[in-house]
């Protein structure tokens, strides 16, 4: 049986770092690539870091087509996951591990979930004070002035808390306890997955 890990949480909770520090190195899970409107950043490369679409018509366009499992808009452009890059993903891995929104998380149940591919969404808790602390910390985003970074990870937390993101969704079917403990983090995955292995062999 094929598996897709979910990770959804509030802005600044860890989710990308646990993926990408921990559990695709360590399980050489697949990973998903969204598509993106957004003008491609330096040091970026297509197909790697996202796939880049021309602009927020071109985008549009494919979402008319129903290309998309799911898509959402953020600073003016679109991202969204492809159901064609879900099923070529699924045809390489055994398992994959995705970032998602819940309502993108929902989509993916709604479309994927099967006899064949078991959905599992996890939902990553940290506090306000945590996310915080993380999106101040983050220097990824290319910004010299420390009062702007300040700012802008002020709005990211206001508007986590606006969209609810603090709240676990109703939907999930794990929930990963973060409070600035990778190590407790990784450990937590680690019990989920062989949690689901132990479900999916009960299965056949």
Avoid: W
Avoid at 95 to 100: A, G, K
Avoid at 150 to 155: G, K, N, Q, T, Y
Wanted: net charge negative.
């Amino acid at each position: 049986m094929k598996t897709i890990y979910i990770i959804v949480g509030p802005s600044g909770s860890g989710k990308t770092t646990l993926v990408n520090e921990y559990i695709k190195p360590t399980y050489g899970m697949g990973e998903l690539i969204s598509h993106t409107s957004r003008p491609m950043r330096l040091g970026e490369v297509d197909g790697v870091n996202y796939h880049f679409v021309k602009g927020n018509y071109a985008f549009d366009l494919m979402e008319r087509q129903e290309l998309f499992v799911e898509t959402a808009p953020y600073n003016n452009y679109m991202y969204g996951t492809s159901k064609n890059e879900v099923e070529e993903k699924l045809q390489q891995h055994d398992e994959i591990c995705i970032v998602m929104e819940r309502v993108g998380a929902a989509a993916m149940k709604q479309v994927f979930n099967s006899k064949e591919c078991m959905i599992v969404r996890i939902f990553l808790y940290a506090s306000a004070e945590t996310c915080l602390r993380h999106m101040l910390a983050d220097k990824s985003r290319s910004m010299s002035c420390e009062h702007i970074r300040h700012r802008l990870a002020i709005e990211r937390l206001i508007n986590a808390v606006e969209n609810e993101e603090f709240i676990p969704p109703s939907m999930s079917d794990y929930v990963i306890l973060s409070e600035d403990n990778f190590a407790l983090n990784c450990k937590q995955f680690d019990d989920i997955r062989k949690d689901v292995i132990e479900r999916q062999t009960q299965q056949l």
